[in-house]
């Protein structure tokens, strides 16, 4: 069965770095665009990254771009969400979520970046 | 950037009854809306695709219809495990993919 299994999350300090992962199971994850999501505790559903199957586009929300990059190595069936310059307003669960016909149809269970000095 | 407007921010059914929930964009994003499904401390589940078209597994109770700016969610006979938090998405015209704030389905 499909499943996605994000890692990576932790406590860092405002200004510092994270890289999130993405493991992909159960379909030819290589066929497939993948988005990151994220919510900020107690808040609703905020779109940050989108890369297509091949990686050859991304796009990113406007409260990430310059600071975020969205990456993928179809060889291992993981995509990455490369997070720079991280803010206290970036505290959130970050979600990896697979494309079928433009809505997100399977999500991973999340992993938690909390960002605080 | 295209805007979605959920209503209410909470509603209160009882179980067996039916719930309506509204989700409005503030431009046309033609059938190109999804609703998705979220339990405390789960992810979010997607339930409705292209407006009307339910998600692999979702049971008959769940229905969508609309399309334009204008959008509903029904479940016609609530459950138990239907009481949840339910989120509208727009994936027509993006960057950036636009969700609404959410309903909260509550028990009455």
């Known amino acids: 069965q499909m499943q996605l299994v994000e890692s990576g999350g932790g406590v860092v300090q405002p200004g510092g770095s994270l890289r999130l992962s993405c493991a992909a199971s159960?379909?030819?994850?290589?066929?497939?665009?993948m988005h990151w999501v994220r919510q900020a505790p107690g808040k609703g559903l905020e779109w940050v990254a989108f890369?297509?199957?091949?990686?050859?586009?991304?796009y990113y929300a406007d409260s990430v771009k310059a600071r975020f990059t969205i990456s993928r190595d179809n060889s291992k069936k993981t995509v990455y969400l490369q997070m720079n310059s991280l803010r206290p307003e970036d505290t959130a669960l970050y979600y990896c979520?697979?494309?079928?016909?433009?809505?997100?149809?399977?999500w991973g269970q999340g992993t938690l970046v909390t960002v605080s000095s | 950037e295209i805007v979605m407007t959920q209503s209410p921010a909470t509603l209160s059914v009882s179980p067996g009854e039916r719930a309506t929930l509204s989700c409005r964009a503030s431009?046309?994003?033609?059938?190109?809306l999804a609703w998705y499904q979220q339990k405390p401390g789960q992810a979010p589940r997607l339930l409705i695709y292209?407006?009307?078209t339910r998600a692999t597994g979702i049971p008959a109770r769940f229905s969508g219809s609309g399309s334009g700016t204008e959008f509903t969610l029904t479940i016609s006979s609530l459950q138990s495990e239907d009481f949840a938090v339910y989120y509208c998405?727009?994936?027509?015209?993006?960057?950036?993919?636009?969700f609404g704030q959410g309903t909260k389905l509550e028990i009455k």
């Open positions: 979520a697979k494309v079928f016909t433009g809505a997100f149809d399977y």
């Open positions: 159960g379909f030819t994850v290589s066929s497939y665009g």
């Open positions: 890369i297509r199957d091949d990686g050859s586009d991304k």
């Open positions: 431009q046309s994003v033609s059938s190109n």
């Open positions: 292209g407006a009307s």
């Open positions: 998405q727009q994936y027509n015209n993006w960057p950036p993919y636009s």
